[in-house]
């Protein structure tokens, strides 16, 4: 039986997707809301689908496309998500992200994650400083150490920004998977939140060891790259959705994708980048529905091959 949360979130995100257009092939599972997974560390329930800004976010402040960036994190919180990854190296994206939520009033509703990525102390600190104000916040809710550099001196930084109640979860990110037997070194050595790394039907490396790692101990994960840039959604462009898609609520290739890594226990929020809220609105229903069993997610590594 859905939570009276779980029906309004349902009805925001519906209300939304409808204000967007014919975006979807089949309605929306009306008694259900977005999926939601446990930070190991806190007991906090986070949202599965969130959202990335490399790229899709680098824009300028008076750039015309931040109407439509505010539509994407419209969508993103009506539908009762809430995660926004962000970093320094993103260009501009930091900016945007900050501005975006202050025009949106939104902040108690948004969960902020952010990332270092200098070497030595007085430089990090300089930087997550700037990171404070370019997301016009007090409170970052997760900090990270961008591409391990500098894992031991950052991360002591943001242990003593955690202490003072400045940063609520630290952890560590990568992109690549040749990165991911350093990933696993840095997690049994470091005490943190979160790992974030990539993850999908193409680069499944994570299986091996990463993943169950994270929830042997009790380590919340983040998954980027879900659709390797694109590239995986390139190979199904213009083919229809096989029949079988319909036993998993989805309506979507992307949502197949999304499904894939979902259904995967130990991930706790998958974070595709979009600059186009019915994109938003459309990866948010990845949340929601069926996941794909051993047997469908073979169907769906086999779609994409």
Known sequence: MPTRRQLIQHSAMLAAMLSLGPLLATPVRAAEGLRRRTIPSSGEML????????????????DPDMDRLLDVLRVLVEGGASLIDTAPSYGNSERVTGELVKRLGERKRVFLASKVSSTGRER?????????????????????????????????????????????YIGVTHYLESAHDRLLEALKQEKVDFVQFNYSVSERNAEKRLLPYCADNGIATLINRPFTRGNLLSRVRGKPLPDWAAELDASSWAQLLLKFILAEPAVTAVIPATSNPRYMADNLLAGQGRLPDARQRQLIVEAFR
Do not use: Y
């Not at 007090?138 to 991360?155: A, E, G, K, R």
């Open 47 to 62: 949202p599965v689908v969130g959202l990335g800004t490399s790229r899709t976010h680098d824009v300028g402040l008076d």
């Open 124 to 168: 990090g600190m300089a930087q997550i400083e700037a990171s404070f104000r370019a997301l016009q916040t007090d409170t970052i809710d997760l900090l990270q150490v961008h591409n391990l550099q500098d894992t031991s001196t950052q991360l002591g930084l943001l242990r003593e920004l955690k202490q003072e109640g400045r940063v609520r």
